[in-house]
């Protein structure tokens, strides 16, 4: 099935979180939310039939947030970033990527350029459904919840397969930001703690956002104080 978001009259906003082990959409205006879970490591194809399925289900969709939460996104000082240098970016931090089936996504917001790796596939599907997309990764949902609340000392874990998407702030000022490999409680205390002597910092607030806030935040309460991102903050981007 292919179908074109051309001829539509404006619609309804969708957030889409595409992981190793299925998708999740997120109604933005109605706060519902539908899940797909693959059988083993989620595949384009499949990837595309969950995308082309949603849609004609919910047709009058026409803007999309897609968040790729596999570890391959990272952020870049938008007054250092150039467009043309997209690949570069990544394959200089040893990210693996082939340019014969992914591209990179480049997306700037106040002033972080996000990039993410996506399949070219699931690219093009998702701009010939939809009108108007955005795709990205986790740091962004975790940069714009950190901005909005702001105060004290703020770490941010969010668990998606084998990678932990990792922010530390200072009030509104981001200090770090990276996906790290690892998703046992004794890898993300190791990084909290080794964040904390590296910049001179305690007693922290973990924020735990994402599909699996809960149960990491349950994880770390014996440890540290912690809070959930519920996910219409995590999606509201």
Request: aromatic share 8%.
């Amino acid at each position: 099935m292919r179908v074109t978001g051309n001829n539509r009259s404006e619609g309804k906003s969708l957030s889409i979180l595409i992981y190793m082990g299925g998708l999740s959409f997120f109604d933005n205006t109605s706060g519902t939310q539908e899940h797909y879970q693959s059988s083993s490591t989620l595949s384009p194809g499949e990837a595309c039939a969950a995308i082309e399925g949603y849609y004609s289900l919910h047709p009058d969709t026409d803007t999309v947030c897609a968040i790729v939460a596999d570890g391959r996104g990272i952020i870049v000082p938008e007054p250092l970033f150039d467009p043309s240098c997209r690949l570069d970016y990544v394959t200089d931090i040893g990210i693996n990527f082939s340019p014969s089936k992914e591209t990179v996504a480049a997306h700037t917001r106040d002033d972080i350029a996000y990039l993410t790796v996506i399949n070219k596939t699931v690219d093009e599907r998702l701009n010939t459904i939809y009108r108007n997309v955005v795709i990205t990764n986790p740091i962004m949902a975790a940069v714009n919840y950190c901005r909005r609340m702001g105060g004290g000392t703020v770490i941010t874990l969010d668990r998606v397969g084998d990678f932990v998407t990792t922010t530390l702030w200072k009030g509104k000022k981001m200090l770090f930001a990276e996906q790290l490999p690892g998703k046992s409680v004794e890898d993300m205390v190791f990084y909290i703690e080794h964040l904390l002597h590296e910049h001179d910092l305690e007693s922290p607030l973990v924020l735990c956002p994402g599909l699996n806030g809960s149960a990491t935040a349950s994880m770390l309460g014996v440890y540290y104080k912690v809070e959930t991102i519920d996910p219409p903050h995590y999606f509201a981007l």
